[in-house]
């Protein structure tokens, strides 16, 4: 809808590195990691709805599904290790939802999401749309998170955890552990890991 000078309404955000990023349309060429990593690491899983001194932001939600997909898949190139760490990427601009939200918005915010995903793996150099194959297992990861999260953070019993996100083999989560950390700790730690990722590709 057009505001009363006939103008369409703003579709952009101004990032903090000063891109302007169409949210309708995103160019990759507007898409920067350390703008990634900032919002990230201030986004705040499950609404904030977590026990401890900080909120567990997806950035460190990120991280920790990379390394578990990295468990899943011992021998996974860098590019779907990255894939893994960016699956998230396009709530540095729209949020993260829990699940029932998304599901009364409908699917709208479906593809806002998935334009905005396509972008990022494109500036990134990966394929816009990733293989089924490796979405599923990041999926996978997404899901063991989400049960660690929700079993340590965000009040589930074991029992409702198992129900909404299915029970993970104790392998897949052994020694790996829910820090809580400051935003700019996050922030960090997420540009680091990205960096690690971009070193190994080459």
Not at 82 to 94: G, N, R, T
Not at 102 to 126: C, M, N, S, T
Not at 132 to 151: F, G, H, L, P, Y
Request: some cysteine; proline content about 6%.
């Amino acid at each position: 809808m057009a505001d009363r000078s006939g103008a369409p309404p703003r579709a952009w955000q101004r990032m903090i590195s000063g891109r302007r990023l169409d949210l309708l349309d995103p160019s990759p060429l507007d898409i920067e990691i350390g703008d990634i990593a900032h919002g990230l690491a201030r986004v705040a899983r499950w609404n904030g709805q977590t026990s401890g001194d900080h909120a567990f932001s997806v950035a460190q939600h990120s991280l920790l599904v990379e390394a578990i997909y990295a468990r899943l898949n011992a021998k996974a190139c860098a590019e779907w290790r990255l894939a893994a760490l960016l699956h998230d990427a396009p709530e540095y601009v729209i949020g993260d939802m829990i699940s029932p939200v998304k599901a009364a918005v409908g699917p709208g915010y479906e593809a806002l999401d998935q334009r905005l995903a396509a972008a990022v793996h494109i500036r990134f150099g990966l394929p816009a749309v990733l293989p089924a194959t490796v979405k599923r297992q990041i999926k996978k990861a997404d899901k063991i998170s989400a049960w660690m999260e929700a079993t340590q953070l965000a009040g589930f019993t074991e029992a409702e955890a198992n129900k909404f996100f299915g029970k993970p083999a104790p392998d897949m989560i052994g020694d790996l552990k829910l820090l809580l950390r400051p935003p700019r700790e996050t922030r960090a730690a997420y540009t680091a890991r990205y960096d690690e990722l971009l070193a190994e590709i080459g």
